[in-house]
């Protein structure tokens, strides 16, 4: 059974930028897509970011709210999946969770809060 370990969510000012770091215990990790979600308080959880596997070419796809500020990217030798969020918003604020759709498996969240 796959297990998902997010990190590198934290305080920023807006405008900021900080990694989340997914890790992945997981066979065939490099087959997977993977995803990231988001879930603000009192909202329902929302996709932010996907990347598919290599043998289809780690296509990424994101959220409007997030296009041009936010970068998908993933490490197949380590089992690890990145999101890069640049120009944080206070509206960005929320539990960061790492996803593959295949399995169903989620991590616990990370924590993302943008404030002065």
């Known amino acids: 059974q796959a297990q998902l370990v997010e990190s590198g969510g934290g305080l920023v000012e807006p405008g900021g930028s900080l990694r989340l770091t997914c890790t992945a215990s997981?066979?065939?990790?490099?087959?997977?897509?993977m995803r990231w979600y988001r879930q603000a308080p009192e909202k329902q959880r929302e996709l932010v970011a996907s990347?598919?596997?290599?043998?289809?070419?780690?296509?990424?796809e994101y959220a409007d709210s997030v296009m041009g500020r936010f970068f998908i990217s993933r490490d197949d030798a380590k089992n690890t999946v990145y999101l890069r969020m640049n120009n944080l918003k206070p509206e960005d604020t929320a539990v960061y969770f790492c996803?593959?759709?295949?399995?169903?498996?989620w991590g616990k969240g990370t924590l993302v809060a943008v404030s002065s």
């Open positions: 990347i598919s596997n290599e043998r289809t070419g780690r296509t990424t």
């Open positions: 996803n593959i759709p295949a399995v169903d498996a």
């Open positions: 997981a066979s065939f990790f490099s087959l997977y897509n």
